[in-house]
């Protein structure tokens, strides 16, 4: 046999060999996925941030909110989790984000994504994708034409489950885009994605950029079931973007363990 044909011989082999492998972790991963029902209880992002500068206070503590198609710190009352606008009056009022873990619809992107939904309001109730804008690297929610072609995975939790992940690292910032923001939300979310704060600002005009990590504050049985009921009688009403039977089994199910944990 001629040598070439020997080394060509395994060449082809070796990868089709990994691929297989691949396959095979690939899709227990997926399988594991789907029966993590911590992936599916719904949380609250609270703001932590250790920078050091005079404006950490209007950001530390803060809760995320979803307004403008864009994701916001706003201050909150500690004892309820509710943020406090900034101006009177508002109609809508502000929607804190209350999301979780669902995997992203999308056959091009293999391995399937990891992506976070959240409700974007409670009446008429809906659910939307969160997601970095390519370009501008703010996060951002939107339906899945919306976001399908931003960053929209994987999102995860840190080891300890209390902290948000994007691309398996906190690379958060907070950027002040002035007191002419939008109904006085004044801090907008991004995603630093090359850890250069932001093209060392000139993304976002020089404005001040604070690092933050999100925490996950997840919200207690009663609120869940709750969440269950509302999700299945939203589906009902309505879906976004084609989601809902992503949505039906698991929230069904969820709410079945969750009536049937409360039993005992
Ligand atoms: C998705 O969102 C876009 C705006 O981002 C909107 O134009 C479109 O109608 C929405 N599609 C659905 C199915 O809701």
Partial sequence: MPLGLFLGGCIVAIPVVTGVAEGVSEQKKQNEEANNEERMIKFNLEVFCGARSPSKDQVHGTIVVLRHNKAWLCPQIPETHTPIPQVEGLSPPLHPFAGFYIQYPDDNRSPPQRGLVSTISDDPPMLNWLYADKETQEIKYGNRTASIEHLVGDWDWTEDHAGLLLEKWEGFVAVDEGEEGKDGLKWALYYDRYDDKLDKGNLVGGQE???????????????????????????????????????????????????????N
Avoid at 210 to 232: F, G, T, Y
Avoid at 246 to 251: C, E, L, N, R
């Fill in 209 to 263: 950029i604070l690092e933050v990590s999100l925490e996950r504050r997840v919200q207690s049985a009663e609120q869940q079931l709750k969440q269950m009921e509302e999700a299945e009688k939203k589906m009902q009403v309505k879906s976004s973007g084609g989601m809902s039977s992503q949505f039906t089994a698991p929230a069904a199910e969820a709410k079945r363990k969750a009536a049937a944990g409360k039993k």
